[in-house]
């Protein structure tokens, strides 16, 4: 039995209706989308609730489940048929047309299955690569969110000495700068710079100055190779902060550029608990 003589003659008698997803597209797209729970496997590690966790790996199955039918009828349309409890016979003139229509009303649901399964896969492997915010790069989203906070600042204003309501990680304050007096959220993957996730337009400041990152529920900052560097001063002693991830504490003080001169930026670390 020769698979593609039954395909013609579903497409024939008119029974297929997205013939092109079989014959185009289930195969190449088939074997991306089967490779979503590696990926979602490698993001979950960046997500830092289990119960997160659990629902991403739950959500990233999806799409392959409705995909690996339409795989498994461009492989192989018996074993489609021998799940429906029918028998193909040798060439496709031998099948009776109700038969042959019942095979292809499987073959169309499966296929709405199969691309539904691809469009779920798309946002899903675009959040899968914001999630894993590599840091030779700013996300997508930090930048989406950057140009909405500058919009809502720019219109609004923001009233200095208002604490974020949602800042697990701890807060920074800006003590000396253009922006003295607001206090900033720190979140995973934070940058700090005048094209930053907190905008800093300071005069000495970088495009990218300091990077901010939670891991393990501790909060790390290092230089972006800064143009006057990233100091840290804590119980009277001063540091500068190189490539290296450095830990901060509550009650540390970050100064963008020479803490010794009157133009370098100085913000103060703070965190609940600590």
């Not at 489940?65 to 048929?81: F, Q």
């Not at 539904?116 to 899968?128: E, Q, R, Y």
């Not at 309501?165 to 700090?192: D, H, K, W, Y």
Request: charged share 15%; net charge positive; aromatic share 6%.
């Amino acid at each position: 039995m020769h698979d593609a003589a039954f395909w013609q003659a579903l497409q024939q008698q008119k029974l297929l209706h997205a013939a092109w997803w079989f014959s185009t597209l289930a195969l190449p797209v088939s074997c991306v989308v089967l490779l979503l729970p590696l990926v979602g496997l490698i993001v979950a590690r960046q997500i830092h609730t289990s119960a997160g966790r659990l629902l991403w790996m739950l959500l990233i199955c999806v799409p392959p489940l409705l995909i690996l039918p339409s795989l498994v009828a461009r492989l192989s349309l018996a074993t489609v048929a021998r799940r429906l409890g029918l028998i193909l016979p040798e060439q496709p003139q031998m099948l009776a047309f109700e038969t042959l229509r019942e095979l292809g009303a499987a073959l169309n649901l499966i296929s709405t299955w199969g691309l539904t399964g691809a469009f779920l896969s798309m946002p899903m492997l675009l959040a899968g690569t914001l999630l894993q915010r590599p840091e030779w790069r700013q996300p997508i989203v930090n930048k989406v969110s950057r140009a909405m906070t500058a919009l809502v600042t720019q219109t609004f204003g923001r009233r200095s000495g208002a604490v974020p309501r949602l800042a697990p990680f701890g807060t920074l304050t800006i003590i000396r700068g253009q922006r003295q007096g607001v206090i900033e959220a720190v979140r995973p993957n934070t940058v700090i710079g005048s094209k930053g996730s907190i905008q800093l337009n300071d005069a000495g400041v970088s495009r990218s100055h300091v990077h901010l990152d939670v891991q393990r529920n501790l909060v790390y900052a290092h230089d972006l190779g800064s143009s006057n560097g990233t100091y840290l001063c804590r119980q009277g002693q001063t540091l500068e902060i190189g490539v290296q991830p450095c830990q901060l504490f509550s009650g540390d003080r970050l100064f963008l550029g020479d803490p010794n001169l009157e133009q370098s930026i100085e913000l103060l670390y703070q965190r609940e608990g600590e």
